[in-house]
């Protein structure tokens, strides 16, 4: 059944201005996506200060080392990467062709802007969520409309603020969220969207996209697992898989979700991640730790501590002698011991400071474990020995994988970014970002010579030669 969708003027407006810009100048240059790389780079540096406050604001909380980190060191980072490499990104690549077929002719792919592209930016990340697929269709050539997330307004409003001064609006163009503009921004007839989000919501897009035939491209989220393998130590497991699962208080897609330790190590691990904690968050209220997004949040994860209790787990807060600021939504990091399936923390997505440990007897269990569920975005294995890491790698299927650490191949601008199957379809990020925004079109330069016409009707026995001939070759 079709579900009538009201879309705002201005989005309707907006669309129409971006077409024609980009029908004025189908096919813009090297100088001019360097200008608007460029210029992307001066956005973000030339605010990195009003950006940094804005998304402390819209957190509540937000630690400022990790926005300058994540999201403006980051983001520049790649920006100034698409530009050194953009030249070669978009040479029209070689194709071979058999000389006995099509004698003297080429084969080209070449590279080409689709037109206008429609991001959908989430609140975790949201400068770099922002920025990241904008560095990828400003290399391709096109111009693209940003919805920002409801979560993140003080930024979205800053960033239509500030975007007028660097580009016009027929290349970028940001919208705050607020009153179901959501399903309305993805109805649009895009020529691509790029959706950073959750599963479900992701499904709405895609329905709503297909009803265009708009093409997406789905970063989506799930249950990224971690295992530690016998011969890692279990300290340094601790250290770098809190690392990550404190960093932005847990609110990152590519966390670690939960994790695999050898029977009899439980008790090391959580002796290693409470000095961990006390360490580094000496004073968990100070600001180095960032609050949960808002409170429903933060009464969703305080709610699946409480089930997981009620269902038989063992609770372990990892924060000790101190106190969190609830009122801030400053939310301790907990371990959770014996999870179930039954537990909500085992279902879905968790989002926050909190880590389901489970234990293993073989690898074999844990792969058994993991194929059984949906396909993570991200998989970690901490192993020392290479053939046992390769093992992990080539018996599970995820979006992307660190070996010996967690989060760091999201940062790796050389590499895709992208899921697989609930967590995901497409890549982003360096080149594969680049081809994800353009179309390889496929050109055939015929030669001089035109062997077709030795096949041409009526056929008679040089065609049947010919035939023969090529099917010959092929068998």
Same mark, same amino acid.
């Given at each position: ?150 979560? *993140?307004?003080?930024? #979205?409003?800053?960033? =239509?603020? $500030? %975007? /007028?001064?660097?580009?016009?609006? &027929? ?31 992701? *499904?709405?897009?895609? #329905?709503?996209?297909? =009803?265009? $035939? %708009? /093409?997406?491209?789905?970063?989506? &989220? ?254």
């Amino acid at each position: 059944m079709n579900v009538q969708i009201n879309i705002p003027a201005e989005f309707v407006q907006c669309l129409e201005g971006q077409r024609a810009h980009f029908e004025a100048n189908r096919f813009p240059d090297h100088a001019q996506r360097v200008a608007d790389l460029k210029s992307l780079v001066r956005m973000v540096a030339d605010n990195r200060e009003q950006l940094v406050e804005a998304v402390n604001r819209d957190y509540g909380c937000r630690s400022r080392f990790e926005t300058l980190f994540a999201e403006i060191a980051v983001t520049l980072d790649g920006l100034r990467s698409a530009i050194k490499q953009l030249n070669k990104w978009m040479k029209p690549q070689k194709r071979h062709i058999d000389p006995l077929q099509l004698p003297l002719a080429k084969a080209r792919l070449i590279p080409q802007p689709i037109g206008v592209v429609g991001v959908v930016v989430p609140w975790n990340f949201p400068i770099a969520m922002a920025m990241h697929p904008l560095t990828c269709i400003f290399a391709a050539g096109n111009s693209a409309m940003v919805k920002m997330s409801e979560n *993140s307004n003080h930024l #979205a409003q800053l960033l =239509r603020q $500030l %975007t /007028p001064r660097y580009f016009p609006q &027929g290349k970028l163009a940001f919208f705050a969220d607020g009153g179901g503009h959501g399903p309305a921004f993805t109805a649009l007839p895009f020529d691509h969207i790029f959706f950073t989000g959750s599963s479900a919501t992701g *499904s709405a897009v895609m #329905a709503n996209a297909a =009803r265009n $035939l %708009t /093409p997406v491209t789905l970063e989506l &989220g799930g249950k990224s697992p971690a295992v530690v393998a016998p011969d890692f130590a279990i300290e340094t497991a601790a250290q770098r898989i809190l690392w990550a699962k404190m960093f932005n208080a847990g609110q990152v897609c590519t966390s670690v979700d939960y994790l695999f330790v050898p029977e009899g190590q439980v008790q090391a691990f959580i002796t290693a991640a409470k000095a961990y904690v006390a360490r580094h968050y000496p004073d968990i209220n100070r600001g180095d730790y960032t609050a949960i997004i808002d409170q429903r949040a933060y009464d969703r994860l305080q709610a699946s501590l409480a089930d997981a209790q009620s269902k038989g787990a063992r609770i372990v807060p990892l924060l000790e002698n101190q106190k969190p600021d609830a009122t801030r939504r400053i939310m301790a990091p907990h371990i959770v011991l014996n999870p179930s399936e039954a537990m909500d923390v085992m279902q879905r997505e968790i989002f926050g400071p909190i880590l389901p440990i489970k234990t293993y007897k073989t690898r074999e269990e844990v792969v058994a474990y993991i194929n059984s569920h949906p396909r993570p975005l991200a998989f970690y294995a901490y192993t020392r020995d290479r053939d046992l890491a390769d093992w992990y790698i080539y018996n599970t299927l995820s979006g992307g994988v660190t070996i010996n650490d967690s989060l760091l191949h999201v940062g790796v601008h050389s590499l895709p970014f992208g899921g697989i199957g609930n967590s995901g379809m497409g890549h982003y990020h360096g080149y594969e970002g680049f081809l994800a925004f353009s179309k390889l079109r496929p050109v055939l330069y015929q030669g001089p010579i035109r062997g077709i016409n030795m096949l041409l009707p009526p056929y008679g026995k040089l065609a049947d030669r010919v035939v023969n001939l090529l099917i010959g070759m092929k068998s």
